[in-house]
């Protein structure tokens, strides 16, 4: 009980499960999460043929941990796993972000939101971010428009648990060479549909629950 394995039920005069529990059960989860995404990772990127990625939520940091190349002779390049730098202007970085209470985005962002391209859209000013996030929670995925490298489109989507929080998000790169209305909606249908599964198996939000609202 000291330790928060346990804790007292006074009416009861008995024992339930304490709050370190949900500790463990969540760093199992950081382990686990990788090769439960595999699969789905696989498929989006039979389906789409493009470069598809997962990154987790640790603590305040954000982690690209696992990546598959693209099908295509022409494929991007989006750099190396690990800590990302640019979680306001990445698919998967907004769509984790947009989950987040406000407190957790500023340590997330503590490092600032800088512009990496000449896009115009990437949101570097807070009221900005908060309302791109807002369309992120309505639409159910995030989009990064040649925010964070030229000629790169993203669609990205958070993996929820059971607890309904957000642990990690997958994403789909494409040229935007390749980025008609018919494919994006391919990579956009794919990835939702992924995370949707995924979140379900970890015991997240059913599918009802994440379809995205009319308004918010």
């Given at each position: 009980m000291h330790r928060g394995y346990v804790a007292?039920?006074?009416v009861?005069?008995?024992y339930a499960l304490g709050g370190r529990i949900?500790?463990?059960?969540?760093?199992?989860?950081q382990v686990d999460l990788p090769a439960r995404a595999a699969p789905?990772?696989?498929r989006i990127n039979e389906r789409t043929g493009e470069t598809v990625h997962l990154a987790?939520?640790?603590g305040d940091a954000m982690m690209k941990v696992a990546k598959r190349e693209s099908r295509h002779p022409v494929r991007v390049d989006t750099g190396t796993l690990g800590k990302t730098d640019a979680p306001h202007a990445t698919a998967t970085g907004k769509?984790?972000?947009a989950w987040l209470p406000e407190d957790n985005m500023r340590r997330v962002l503590s490092h600032g939101m800088?512009?990496?391209?000449?896009?115009?859209?990437?949101s570097t000013e807070w009221p900005d971010l908060l309302e791109a996030l807002r369309h992120v929670r309505r639409d159910g995925y995030a989009m990064d428009d040649e925010e964070y490298q030229p000629g790169v489109i993203c669609v990205g989507a958070a993996i929820r648990d059971h607890n309904g929080a957000v642990v990690g998000a997958i994403s789909a790169s494409t040229p935007t060479m390749r980025a008609n209305d018919e494919h994006l909606t391919l990579v956009r249908e794919q990835v939702v549909s992924a995370v949707r599964a995924l979140s379900a198996e970890i015991g997240g939000p059913s599918a009802a629950e994440l379809r995205p609202h009319?308004?918010?």
């Open positions: 007292k039920v006074p009861r005069r008995s949900l500790y463990l059960s969540n760093a199992c989860l789905f990772i696989e987790l939520l640790q769509a984790m972000l800088a512009r990496f391209t000449t896009s115009p859209r990437p009319a308004a918010e």
